[in-house]
């Protein structure tokens, strides 16, 4: 009896812990439309864990990580918009919201996700939704939403309003193929 | 001098004036048009810093303020032993080097098209570090050195 209740004890831990995914080569781009001027970016290199179980779920990325198409924009956006030497990092803390669907199972499943997202030093609370598709035991995680930049106190000079919007279209596409 | 060889000379004199703003200002123009569209930087002509993965972790662990300072936004030219190769969601290349920490590695993402290239592999890859991410204390997950545009240099 004893024996048998330890191997189910081991089994429970095995499982809980292979709820838990994360990739460290996800990817989070930024588009924003402007009149004079379409600007995006893409960084493919997103840390981001979930656990399956009790939802939460993690990002993180570098803001230097992030490349544009000209030299120039990349160069601003690091030192005059996000000013990544002072704040290098963006991070989002948050929570699948209940029902949380079987992860275990593969298909398609639409959530609601909710957290804190801190960005150029300023956190703020977002909820978005997301599709959550798992196949082979292996979830991706999409997300499409948008920022309003002054949230954030990123200020744009009058001079290039016209070339940036003031709110961005950020998606989000992480594959947690790696597990606990 | 006669009034018209005078107003002859202020004609030509303005002329000239107006012909070097023209010039100055079609030449200001293209550098500026230059500037504006030009691409991103060309790593694989760029000078970098020699570094091996392993020295280049440790940097960032030991002082993280020095390491970003030297290293962060430069580009690397980085070796080491190859952990594990895959590709990501845009079938770029990922290359893990060993850094001498389990679970942690210098994590390069590939300009060029994917290589056949297998765990212990020696390589040298040169690309622009944008520093160390981060980890999961709760998870046990620890934050890999970031190399992105990234190109072989060798891979013996």
């Given at each position: 009896?004893?024996?048998?209740?330890?191997?189910?004890?081991?089994?429970?831990?095995?499982?809980?812990?292979?709820q838990?995914?994360?990739?460290?080569?996800?990817?989070?781009?930024?588009?924003?439309?402007?009149?004079?001027e379409?600007?995006?970016?893409?960084?493919?290199?997103?840390?981001?864990?979930?656990?399956?179980?009790?939802?939460?779920?993690?990002?993180?990325?570098?803001?230097?990580?992030?490349?544009?198409?000209?030299?120039?924009?990349?160069e601003?956006?690091?030192?005059?918009?996000?000013?990544?030497?002072?704040?290098?990092?963006?991070?989002?803390?948050?929570?699948?919201?209940?029902?949380?669907?079987?992860?275990?199972?593969?298909?398609?499943?639409?959530?609601?996700?909710?957290?804190?997202?801190?960005?150029?030093?300023?956190?703020k609370?977002?909820?978005?939704?997301?599709?959550?598709?798992?196949?082979?035991?292996?979830?991706?995680?999409?997300?499409?939403?948008?920022?309003?930049?002054?949230?954030?106190?990123?200020?744009?000079?009058?001079?290039?309003?016209?070339?940036i919007?003031?709110?961005?279209?950020i998606?989000?596409n992480?594959?947690?193929?790696?597990?606990? | 001098?006669?009034?018209?060889?005078?107003?002859?000379i202020?004609?030509k004199?303005?002329?000239?004036?107006?012909?070097?703003?023209?010039?100055?200002?079609?030449?200001?123009?293209?550098?500026?048009?230059?500037?504006?569209?030009?691409?991103?930087?060309?790593?694989?002509?760029?000078?970098?810093?020699?570094?091996?993965?392993?020295?280049?972790?440790?940097?960032?662990?030991?002082?993280?303020?020095?390491?970003?300072?030297?290293?962060?936004?430069?580009?690397?030219e980085?070796?080491?032993?190859?952990?594990?190769?895959?590709?990501?969601?845009?079938?770029?290349?990922?290359?893990?080097?060993?850094n001498?920490?389990?679970?942690?590695?210098?994590?390069?993402?590939?300009?060029?098209?994917?290589?056949?290239?297998?765990?212990t592999?020696?390589?040298?890859?040169?690309?622009?570090?944008?520093?160390?991410?981060?980890?999961?204390?709760d998870l046990?997950?620890?934050?890999?050195?970031?190399?992105?545009?990234?190109?072989?240099?060798?891979?013996?």
């Open positions: 009896m004893r024996n048998c209740l330890i191997i189910v004890f081991l089994f429970t831990c095995i499982s809980v812990t292979a838990k995914s994360y990739t460290k080569n996800g990817t989070i781009g930024f588009y924003s439309k402007a009149p004079l379409k600007i995006t970016a893409e960084n493919n290199q997103v840390m981001s864990t979930m656990d399956m179980q009790s939802g939460q779920v993690q990002f993180s990325v570098l803001i230097k990580a992030f490349h544009f198409k000209k030299s120039l924009m990349e601003h956006f690091n030192e005059n918009y996000m000013e990544s030497s002072k704040f290098p990092k963006a991070t989002f803390r948050g929570f699948l919201q209940q029902p949380i669907p079987d992860l275990s199972k593969d298909g398609q499943y639409t959530v609601m996700i909710s957290g804190d997202l801190t960005l150029h030093g300023v956190t609370n977002i909820s978005t939704p997301a599709s959550i598709e798992v196949t082979n035991g292996i979830a991706t995680g999409k997300s499409t939403f948008n920022i309003t930049l002054a949230d954030y106190k990123i200020s744009i000079p009058k001079i290039v309003k016209d070339n919007s003031e709110t961005v279209d998606t989000v992480c594959r947690y193929d790696k597990k606990m | 001098m006669s009034e018209d060889s005078f107003t002859n202020m004609k004199s303005t002329r000239t004036f107006l012909l070097i703003i023209l010039a100055l200002l079609i030449t200001g123009g293209g550098i500026g048009y230059y500037l504006y569209n030009k691409g991103p930087v060309d790593v694989q002509d760029s000078n970098s810093i020699k570094v091996t993965a392993i020295a280049l972790y440790d940097s960032y662990t030991k002082d993280s303020a020095v390491a970003q300072k030297n290293y962060t936004g430069k580009i690397l980085v070796s080491g032993e190859v952990h594990e190769a895959s590709l990501n969601q845009q079938q770029k290349q990922v290359i893990l080097l060993e001498g920490s389990d679970g942690s590695y210098i994590n390069c993402t590939m300009e060029e098209p994917a290589q056949k290239i297998k765990a592999d020696k390589v040298t890859i040169k690309g622009i570090c944008s520093g160390i991410g981060e980890g999961d204390a046990g997950i620890k934050g890999d050195v970031y190399l992105t545009r990234c190109y072989f240099v060798s891979t013996k």
